[in-house]
């Protein structure tokens, strides 16, 4: 409260037990109104069953009637997700030598960039974290274009 840092609780909270869940619900209501910056915890969360439920939440729409499939965009369906409302990650730091996404964010991954270390996650400290932020900085943020010369642009058309 003192940061006035807001908490949130992504995925299937209600897998948690009753004890955590009800500390979890209190601290998200009491930090509601904070802005200074968003914690966003992923619990029990999983990308292809967000994107599964944010699906089931247009389809019903469209089968109330109140949405029309030609509605249907990328802005909707980011809508629907838990993480509606957040940013989209700009970096994901992947630990324990792993190379996979695993299920998270994928939707919101899209256009992020990708960290892997070696580090396992409880030794993963500032110094760690500093070196994946230092490589992030030294990257060109594209977003999907190419804007390295045409030479670039002709290969990757090819």
């Known amino acids: 409260m003192k940061r006035d840092i807001r908490v ?3 995925g299937d909270t209600e897998r948690l037990p009753p004890r955590v869940r009800e500390a979890l619900a209190e601290t998200v ?5 904070n802005r200074g910056m968003t914690v966003a915890l992923a619990l029990s969360y999983g990308g292809r069953q967000d994107i599964v439920n944010a699906a089931r939440s247009i389809a019903r729409a469209v089968a109330d009637g109140a949405l029309s499939p030609d509605q249907i965009d ?8 838990t993480t ?3 940013p989209d990650p700009d970096l994901l730091i992947r630990t324990s030598g792993e190379l996979r996404v695993s299920n ?3 939707f919101q991954l899209a256009y992020t960039e ?7 996650w409880p030794d993963f400290r500032e110094r760690e974290f500093l070196s ?21 642009r002709l290969r990757a058309q090819n």
């Not at 990328?74 to 997700?81: S, T």
């Not at 943020?141 to 390295?148: H, S």
């Open 132 to 152: 994946a932020i230092a490589a992030y900085q030294l990257r060109e943020r594209r977003f999907g274009a190419v804007t390295n010369g045409s030479d670039t």
């Open 104 to 106: 998270f964010f994928l």
């Open 74 to 81: 990328e802005q909707l369906v980011a809508r629907e997700l």
């Open 84 to 86: 509606t409302g957040l």
């Open 29 to 33: 209501a009491a930090t509601r109104d």
């Open 114 to 120: 990708l960290y892997f270390t070696d580090t396992l």
């Open 8 to 10: 949130l609780a992504l």
